[in-house]
């Protein structure tokens, strides 16, 4: 079932890949819409950081990038077959939207994505229909800002030949 985002004088259609990408919200205290989007944005190497916390799960940290955006960058990341890698970010309270990017070298394997807020609302999985790259951008339904606190980014290996080495980018807007 297609929708339409519309752009000053045009319209985009982007079409659900598949009935998993319904929002499952866990929470009503706030709600977010999920857009694709088409071009993929910079991660900078300044921004590339992160640090293990626990086992099986990875805190991104964000960098500064200019006045108003900050990035993530985590390259590299192996995953199998049956498999979840668990990743962290901790995003700023003042945060107006959330652009999140999965990208992995085989166009034969299937890795899925599902999001977390910080209040437990999850959003996905998500999966991309026939590239390898998953590009979103979240925002807020009602008010202004994101909340802030640990966003969860789950990838997933749903069908992998092997191991498949993926790439997640995030980057956040206030």
């Given at each position: 079932m297609?929708?339409?985002?519309?752009?000053?004088?045009?319209?985009?259609t982007?079409?659900r890949?598949?009935?998993?990408?319904?929002?499952n919200?866990?929470?009503t205290?706030?709600?977010?819409?999920v857009?694709?989007?088409?071009?993929d944005?910079?991660?900078?190497?300044?921004?590339?950081?992160?640090?293990?916390?626990?086992?099986?799960?990875?805190?991104?940290?964000?960098?500064?990038?200019s006045?108003?955006?900050?990035?993530?960058?985590?390259?590299?990341?192996?995953?199998?077959?049956?498999?979840?890698?668990?990743?962290?970010?901790?995003?700023?309270?003042?945060?107006?939207?959330?652009?999140?990017?999965?990208?992995?070298?085989?166009?034969?394997?299937?890795?899925?994505?599902?999001?977390?807020?910080?209040?437990?609302?999850?959003?996905?999985?998500?999966?991309?229909?026939?590239?390898?790259?998953?590009?979103?951008?979240?925002?807020?339904?009602?008010?202004?800002?994101?909340?802030?606190?640990?966003?969860?980014?789950?990838?997933?290996?749903?069908?992998?030949?092997?191991t498949?080495?993926?790439?997640?980018?995030?980057?956040?807007?206030?």
């Amino acid at each position: 079932m297609p929708f339409y985002i519309f752009f000053g004088d045009f319209i985009t259609t982007l079409y659900r890949e598949n009935i998993d990408q319904e929002v499952n919200s866990t929470s009503t205290e706030e709600e977010y819409i999920v857009e694709f989007l088409k071009d993929d944005f910079v991660c900078t190497q300044s921004a590339s950081s992160s640090i293990t916390i626990e086992k099986d799960v990875e805190l991104l940290e964000f960098a500064k990038v200019s006045e108003s955006s900050f990035d993530i960058c985590s390259t590299g990341t192996p995953i199998v077959q049956g498999k979840t890698k668990y990743n962290k970010a901790q995003v700023n309270q003042k945060a107006i939207y959330l652009d999140i990017s999965l990208s992995w070298g085989n166009k034969k394997n299937i890795l899925n994505l599902t999001i977390f807020s910080p209040t437990g609302a999850s959003y996905g999985p998500y999966k991309a229909k026939s590239t390898n790259k998953i590009v979103l951008r979240i925002k807020p339904k009602t008010g202004k800002h994101l909340q802030g606190g640990n966003w969860k980014l789950n990838v997933f290996g749903k069908s992998i030949i092997r191991t498949e080495y993926y790439t997640l980018k995030a980057a956040y807007y206030i």
